[in-house]
């Protein structure tokens, strides 16, 4: 009976996950593999013939690809930037918002709005704040401030996507942390209290250790998502002023459409899923052995 139970767990699972699987091999996996052979050959993405270089796009996107690089310091500036203020504010935030203070289901829904809105229509929004709307606003108050080119300079324009971006997926991160605040047991913060801890020490030797997980979830997706932006700083600034604004992904798609490159630029893509998986590997480690340790 037991075998016969657990031949039919098993068969009952496999039913389960084929389609999903069957989706995700036909949409995710067979690109992939595609990808990565596509790197290894010269294909304008459009003609039926290839041919084989070998590792030749590998070697030029590393010692003769100015952009690459450049879009390679861009991308890990922004995502530094990007994880570090992401989840700062997204934490003190969760921390006031658990406060009992009025209409805290209000301004959890403010902050959140903005993250399930297209980041096409959000780069387009901002886009004609920074121009129209500030325009107006300098041309009202007299204030310099709004004058700015923030799309126009180059280290203007690399604030103004670091600020979106975090203006925009606020609200997700937030009240991931809201959830890891929410299991907290009570016990050990009045444990705290009753011992004479201070609000500062509650915070990073109770509250953190406990919240770990959420810290860990939150790190690691705001590290994957900023190393791999596209949609938004593509209808924000299209990269610019110049390069200034380019990030891999970005730079990805110019190579492959704009420049009819698709195997120069499926080994940018190979390069970047490396980096990406790398990075991923080894923050999911260290959060995890901070997890061991709470």
Partial sequence: MKKKSISHEGRDFALFTFPAMLFITLFVGIPFLMCILNSFRKWNGIS??????????????????????????FTFLYAFFVVIFINAVA?????????NIRAKGLFRML??????????????????????VFEALGTISGMEFWNYSWLGDSKLAVITTVFVSVWQGLGFYMIIYI???????????EAALIDGASSARRLFSVIFPMIMPSISFCMFYSVANSMKMFELIFSLTGGGPGIA??????????????NN????GSAKSVVLFVIVCTISIIQVRFFKNKEVES
């Avoid at 290839?50 to 003769?64: E, H, W």
């Avoid at 934490?91 to 658990?98: G, R």
């Fill in 261 to 264: 490159n698709f195997g120069y």
């Fill in 48 to 73: 039926r013939k290839t041919s084989f270089v070998g590792l030749k796009n590998y070697i030029k996107l590393i010692t003769d690809d100015p952009s690459f690089v450049h879009a390679l310091e």
């Fill in 91 to 99: 934490i003190f935030l969760a921390l006031l918002l658990e406060r």
């Fill in 111 to 132: 902050f959140y709005i903005p993250n399930i809105i297209s980041l096409i229509i959000i780069g387009f929004i901002w886009k004609f704040i920074c121009i129209r």
């Fill in 179 to 189: 959830a890891g605040l929410q299991s907290v047991p009570d016990e050990l913060i």
């Fill in 245 to 258: 604004t380019t990030p891999v992904a970005l730079d990805i798609y110019n190579t492959a459409f704009n």
